[in-house]
């Protein structure tokens, strides 16, 4: 069986007045998808862009690119129609900011996009686990939500078994991306395999 995992370059470390072609040189390295950091000041102590911005990418960059839209914010119910209508295809949101999961999932799905779930480090799996199977994707942050460039954090790991990686300015910063994310994704790969043989 062949095993895959795919990449996806967060552009929070990119230069953001060339996100345009900063999201482009991602994709032209081997990018599965783009990671895109929604920051509302209030979530989280920063503030990055909103749905004006994806609408300029979308038109910037062409159909083809999945956006992944990270959204750390503080009320993720009151973005869903405008990052649909601004051509977001995943809307990415965290389980610490909603009472009600599952409305949100259903409006989020009703918008046409896919639905992502983040946890914070402090928050558990099992926090997490109800909403599986209503999900396209859980997002386990191994880093305080806010900043790219933060040190890993290792005690995150047995809540992972990941698929999907997000990966920020280790793959920016590189003059070589193409083997940063070819490297991420044979790594990650292999780890799948051993782990599927282990059990
Ligand atoms: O969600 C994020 C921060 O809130 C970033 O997207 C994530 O941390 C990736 O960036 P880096 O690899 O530089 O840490």
């Not at 990119?14 to 081997?30: P, Q």
Request: contains cysteine; hydrophobic residues 40%; negative net charge.
């Amino acid at each position: 069986m062949a095993y895959s995992a795919k990449i996806g370059p967060s552009i929070l470390s990119s230069d953001l007045s060339c996100l345009g072609s900063e999201c482009v040189r991602m994709m032209e390295s081997g990018a599965d998808y783009l990671h895109l950091d929604v920051m509302d000041g209030h979530f989280v102590p920063n503030i990055t862009f909103g749905h004006p911005m994806v609408e300029c990418l979308r038109k910037s960059v062409g159909q083809d690119p999945f956006f992944d839209m990270h959204m750390m914010v503080s009320r993720p119910e009151q973005w869903v129609k405008p990052m649909a209508a601004a051509g977001a295809n995943q809307y990415t949101f965290h389980i610490e900011t909603t009472t009600n999961p599952g409305n949100l999932i259903k409006e989020i799905r009703e918008s046409g996009m896919k639905v992502g779930l983040a946890i914070k480090p402090a928050t558990t799996v099992e926090e997490l686990a109800p909403w599986a199977n209503h999900i396209d994707m859980a997002l386990v942050m191994t880093v305080e939500p806010g900043f790219g460039g933060q040190k890993f954090m290792d005690d995150m790991m047995p809540k992972a078994g990941a698929n999907m990686i997000v990966s920020g300015s280790a793959v920016i910063g590189s003059d070589d991306p193409r083997s940063v994310i070819a490297l991420l994704r044979t790594v990650v790969a292999e780890a799948i395999q051993k782990r599927s043989l282990d059990r």
